[in-house]
């Protein structure tokens, strides 16, 4: 599989309605928006990648931490026009890595480079925060 690289857009902390303790491990999620930047995606034989994810996490947050991802999950398909692409989402190292799928998550999709973004990928990041 080919590897496109994707432009991470805007990352955002998701609180939730309790505190964590004030020991043990951080543990932070938040979500991170990206897209192909104008990159053909080309179903069943390209994925898109975050590369190292956690310093790009951080560079957006500005906080000072460092941010390793654990945990993922797709919380927004791309969107251009009427036409959505979902996808499956793993760690590769230090990348977020998503394949494009259609609405079963199994079939195979293609983000068309030239097609404008109406909604870019989101993905749920678990993140353990040092």
Do not use: E, W
Request: hydrophobic share 40%.
């Amino acid at each position: 599989m080919a590897v496109v690289t994707a432009s991470l857009r805007d990352v955002t902390i998701l609180q939730g309605p309790f505190d964590q303790a004030p020991s043990g491990t951080n543990y932070t999620v938040v979500a991170c928006y990206f897209d192909s930047n104008g990159v053909t995606v080309t179903a069943s034989t390209d994925t898109l990648d975050v590369l190292t994810a956690g310093a790009q996490i951080a560079g957006f947050i500005r906080d000072g931490k460092t941010y390793t991802p654990k945990v993922l999950m797709l919380l927004q398909p791309y969107r251009t026009g009427s036409s959505n692409v979902f996808g499956t989402v793993a760690m590769s190292s230090t990348s977020i890595r998503l394949t494009p799928t259609t609405s079963d998550f199994s079939t195979g999709a293609t983000v068309t480079g030239s097609n404008p973004v109406d909604a870019p990928f989101g993905v749920a990041v678990g993140c353990v925060v040092t």
